[in-house]
C-alpha cells in the first residue's frame, strides 16, 4: 500500500510518532470527510498505541461525522501554545487553513506536514506529500500498516469515511491501485460500513434538500453548456431557513456536473459573517485547482475551493470569469489535439 518512493519519509514520520507521547493533530477550517476521517482514524490508532492525543479543529467537528470522532480534546483556539512532544496537521495544503497559529519550540516539538494536494506548500519539517493518493486517509491507513500500529475496525471506520469521500465513491478519474488496496485492508478489520454509507445516501436533513432544490431550480449554463454557475446568496438561505453547513451536505458541487455535457462546475455561496466560498469540480481533465490557487485557495485538479472576505457578487464575478476562461482553454486545446 505504501509507494515505494515515500518509504523513507514513513520512516521519518514513523520514528517520530514512535519517540513521542504527547501529540496534537489538527486540520484545515470546515473539515470535510477526509479531514475528519484522518485526524480521528490517527487519533484512535495513536491512543490505542499507549499516545496521549489532542486535536486543534477550529470550526470542531461537523455533526454528520461526529460518528466516527473518539473521546479527545478538541482545542478550538486560534492560538495554541503546544508544549507538545510531536504536531502533526492533516489533510491541509498550507498551515494556514488550519486557521490556527500554533506556538512551539521548534528544537523540541516537530511539525509534520501530511496531506495529498497538489497545491502544499511544504510546510512541515517532516513532509509526506503524496499528490496520487486518493485521500490523506489512504497516506495515513498505509503510514499504520508499515508502522505496525493498530487499525481495528473503530480505526478503519474513521479512515474509510475519507476514503470513500475523497475518491467520490472510488470514480475520481484517474485512482491509484493503492486506494483500493487500504480499503481491502480496512475491511479485513471487520469493518461495518453501514454507518458512512447510511450518512452519505440518507443522511441529508430538510434544509440540505431545500437547498439542494434551490440550486437544481437556479443554476446557469455557460460556454456551450460545458460549465454550470450557481450562486446562493445569504438571503437565499435565509428563505430556506438554512446555514452554510446546508449547503456543504446538500451534494450541489457534484450534482451540477451530472450532466452529460457539462465539464466543470462552480458554486459561490457565503456565510452569515459575510465571508464568501468558491468550490469547484470537474472532469475530463479540466483543471480548476489553476482557478482556486489563483484566487487564493487550493485543492485538486478536479475538485478545489477557495474563500474570501470580500461581497460575493465580487467573488461570483471573478469565479465565473476565469472558470469560463479554463474551460474555453481546455476545450480549444483538445479539439487541437483531435
Not at 63 to 72: G, K, L, T
Not at 307 to 327: C, D, F, N
Amino acid at each position: 500500500m505504501l509507494p515505494t518512493n515515500f518509504k523513507n519519509t514513513a520512516l521519518e514520520v514513523l520514528a517520530e510518532i514512535n519517540k513521542s507521547q504527547s501529540i496534537l493533530l489538527a486540520a484545515h477550517l470546515r473539515p470535510d470527510g477526509d479531514a475528519t476521517g484522518s485526524v480521528s482514524g490517527l487519533a484512535k490508532s495513536l491512543q490505542k498505541a499507549g499516545k496521549t492525543v489532542e486535536t486543534a479543529l477550529l470550526d470542531g467537528v461537523p455533526e454528520r461525522f461526529a460518528f466516527v470522532f473518539p473521546e479527545v480534546r478538541i482545542l478550538r483556539e486560534q492560538t495554541v501554545d503546544s508544549k507538545h512532544d510531536l504536531i502533526i496537521i492533516l489533510d491541509s495544503g498550507d498551515e494556514t487553513r488550519t486557521g490556527i497559529s500554533f506556538n512551539r519550540d521548534q528544537s523540541k516539538t516537530k511539525l509534520i506536514n501530511i496531506d495529498h494536494h497538489a497545491s502544499n506548500t511544504m510546510f512541515g519539517d517532516i513532509n509526506y506529500v503524496d499528490t496520487g493518493a486518493s485521500s490523506t486517509c489512504e497516506i495515513v491507513a498505509a503510514l499504520l500498516a508499515q508502522g505496525d500500529l493498530p487499525v481495528d475496525a473503530e480505526v478503519a471506520m474513521s479512515l474509510m469515511l475519507g476514503l470513500i469521500t475523497d475518491s467520490r465513491s472510488f470514480q475520481n478519474e484517474g485512482i491509484r491501485h493503492t486506494a483500493h488496496l487500504v480499503a481491502a485492508h480496512l475491511l479485513q478489520t471487520g469493518l461495518d460500513t453501514s454507518p458512512i454509507l447510511n450518512t452519505l445516501n440518507s443522511g441529508k436533513c430538510e434544509a440540505d434538500l431545500r437547498v439542494q432544490g434551490f440550486g437544481l431550480s437556479n443554476f446557469r449554463l455557460e460556454c456551450g453548456n460545458k460549465l454550470a454557475t450557481l450562486v446562493i446568496k445569504q438571503t437565499d438561505l435565509k428563505k430556506l431557513n438554512a446555514s452554510l453547513n446546508n449547503v456543504f451536505g446538500s451534494g450541489l458541487f457534484n450534482q451540477l456536473l451530472s450532466m452529460s455535457e457539462t465539464i466543470a462546475s462552480v458554486v459561490i455561496f457565503e456565510r452569515d459573517d459575510g465571508m464568501a466560498f468558491c468550490e469547484f469540480r470537474s472532469r475530463g481533465g479540466v483543471n480548476v485547482k489553476e482557478v482556486a490557487v489563483a484566487m487564493g485557495g487550493g485543492g485538486h485538479v478536479p475538485a478545489s475551493g477557495c474563500s474570501r472576505a470580500i461581497a460575493i457578487e465580487e467573488l461570483a464575478e471573478e469565479a465565473i470569469t476565469m472558470m469560463k476562461k479554463q474551460v474555453e482553454n481546455f476545450v480549444e486545446s483538445r479539439e487541437k489535439t483531435v
